[in-house]
């Protein structure tokens, strides 16, 4: 094996017995790797593997069934709703909590948080007691004909609630670190708030922004335990695609589950690659301001 | 674009000439109330409505109980596995030079991108009988699919990239100026890692082990595929709470759900206080 593989990074091993023996090293990164391999490199082969086990055609005629086709449809009009929503949220409430002080601030950032440490069950069972037939505005609600549990605004709502704070939570500390003399400058200088924010703040934080987006679209389209509460699983109508890969799976359809689950799938590699290139255009970033 | 120089600054800050406070704190409110703070408040509301005899008898009732222990109990476990191997995977990654290294620290994060739908039917595939996994494991009398063991595998899955994601930095940031000095003072490796080393990364690994557990305990899709969902025996609680609410009953719903949210806000709290620990420790 080559000597500089391995290595410690960043100092010189041979100067202070910085470094464990060569032999601990292997066993450390063998170990890792290991685990690793098991865990997460496996079932993720197997995803690709099991969906196409039944060859190219079936794969693809169970991706073009209707009740994917609508499944996928609801996915992703789930997902154009819900995060541009929360990418809203999101600016407003690290401009408020990054730029000025006030009182019960820590609070807040805690209350922003709350959704991810909420069980996804129980981020749908709150909307089902609010608008379920025997919530508070269930009654009101099924007088005037508007669904929303077992209907499309419920999961467009549980959506909404289980991304709430990807967006915030990464642009909060982001514009913290980076203060307030830039903007101060430009007001100073006579540009309006909205031009100082298009002109000064957007460009210091696109990359943040961006990662909260794709962070927060990778769970809208692949969130379960919250929808399947309020949707109902009415098929060709409120089934998304997570759901919609439960149902084939429990009819035994075993390959067509695997088929629409590798979308999800896909869709998580490409989540990971996006977000390792903005993670290494935020380092480079900084290091270069 | 530092165009103002040091005594300006000072100037400004007195007097904040950044427009839209109201708004920006307003609209959070607003959204927050609405989304999360009312519905939450639901379940409170909810559950106020019950007498403290059929509360008291819903959540302590036998199936419930199991439910409580196999998911606490379990979720502890797979919490403690992801703490050994998260602090390894971490001490690789930040301290290692290895190829391939940007792909391995890309991928700890799986968990977090790859829905729990397509986690569970897949874990529950690959430790099947006659699964990549399963089937080396079965004829050594390992079951893992459909039992308790499964729901181990699921959790310990989801709950992997947290401690990794916390303690990696705090590594990667860590003083090599100690480290000499232990050694320079006769510290061999060992020494140096429990007595130096550890302690400095002990409240990240704290708090990612609060934050596995918490994830492990009210998860739900990637385990109910893999569980077997047998009551008594492989039942979660997340689980109970949707056969409750399949049956309409609704109040037995809310009654599992405030224990667990309970729980929740026991842990976010535990979190909150490591961290302003481990940051008066930082400064």
Not at chain 1, 24 to 45: G, S
Not at chain 1, 136 to 157: C, D, T
Not at chain 2, 251 to 280: C, D, E, H, Y
């Amino acid at each position: 094996m080559h000597p500089g593989v391995l290595a410690p990074k960043g100092r010189n091993p041979a100067a202070a017995g910085q470094s464990e023996p060569l032999a601990i090293r292997l066993l450390l990164v063998t170990v890792v790797l290991c685990f690793l391999a098991v865990f997460l490199v496996v079932p993720l082969v197997s995803v690709f593997s099991q969906a196409l086990a039944k060859g190219w055609e079936a794969y693809l005629a169970s991706l073009y069934e209707p009740d994917t086709r609508i499944a996928i449809r609801l996915t992703l009009l789930t997902a154009a709703i819900s995060v541009p929503l929360n990418l809203l949220f999101g600016i407003a409430a690290a401009w408020a909590i990054a730029k000025f002080d006030f009182p019960g601030k820590s609070l807040l950032v805690t209350l922003i948080d709350l959704p991810f440490s909420v069980s996804p069950v129980i981020s749908g069972l709150i909307y089902v007691l609010l608008f379920g037939l025997q919530g508070w505005l269930g009654p009101w609600l099924s007088a005037h004909g508007i669904k929303i549990i077992f209907a499309v605004p419920g999961i467009v709502l549980a959506t909404i609630f289980v991304t709430f704070p990807f967006v915030a939570r990464e642009l909060i500390p982001l514009m913290e670190a980076q203060g307030k003399e830039e903007e101060e400058a430009a007001l100073v200088l006579g540009a309006s708030g909205f031009t100082t924010f298009r002109r000064v703040t957007l460009p210091n934080i696109k990359w943040g922004l961006l990662y909260g987006v794709i962070l927060s679209n990778a769970r809208a389209m692949g969130e379960f335990g919250a929808v399947s509460v309020v949707s109902g699983h009415i098929r060709g109508a409120t089934n998304t695609i997570p759901l919609q890969v439960e149902i084939l799976y429990n009819d035994y359809n075993y390959a067509a589950a695997f088929a629409v689950a590798s979308l999800l799938a896909f869709l998580a590699v490409v989540t990971l690659v996006a977000k390792s290139f903005v993670e290494w255009r935020i380092r480079e970033n900084s290091s270069c301001g | 674009m530092p165009l103002l120089g040091g005594n300006a600054m000072k100037h400004s800050r007195r007097q904040n000439v950044i427009p839209g406070f109201g708004l920006s704190l307003g609209y959070t409110i607003f959204y927050l109330s609405l989304i999360v703070l009312i519905p939450l408040s639901s379940v409170v509301v909810k559950s106020a409505s019950f007498s403290w005899g059929t509360y008291w008898s819903t959540v302590t009732a036998p199936r419930e109980m199991a439910s409580y222990r196999l998911t606490f109990g379990v979720a502890l476990l797979a919490a403690t596995i992801n703490c050994v191997f998260g602090v390894l995977t971490a001490w690789v990654l930040a301290r290692y030079r290895l190829p391939g290294k940007r792909i391995v620290d890309a991928l700890v994060d799986l968990p977090f991108a790859l829905p729990t739908a397509v986690a569970g039917i897949t874990l529950a595939t690959v430790y099947s009988g006659n699964g990549w996994i399963g089937r080396w494991l079965e004829p050594h009398g390992i079951k893992v699919a459909y039992t308790p063991l499964g729901i181990l595998v699921a959790m310990t899955f989801i709950g992997l990239p947290f401690v990794v994601r916390t303690v990696q930095p705090v590594l990667a940031d860590l003083e090599g100026e100690l480290e000499e000095a232990a050694a320079c003072l006769g510290a061999n490796r060992w020494q140096i890692f429990s007595r130096v080393v550890f302690p400095q990364i002990l409240p990240a690994i704290l708090t990612g082990f609060a934050l596995a557990f918490a994830r492990a305990v009210g998860e739900y899709g990637s385990i109910i595929f893999i569980a077997g969902n047998m009551p008594m025996v492989s039942e979660v609680t997340p689980l109970l709470i949707i056969t409750k609410l399949e049956q309409y009953d609704y109040p037995g719903a809310t009654a599992i759900a405030t224990v667990m949210l309970s729980v929740s806000f026991f842990v976010l709290l535990a979190i909150n206080l490591l961290q302003k620990r481990s940051r008066r420790f930082a400064s």
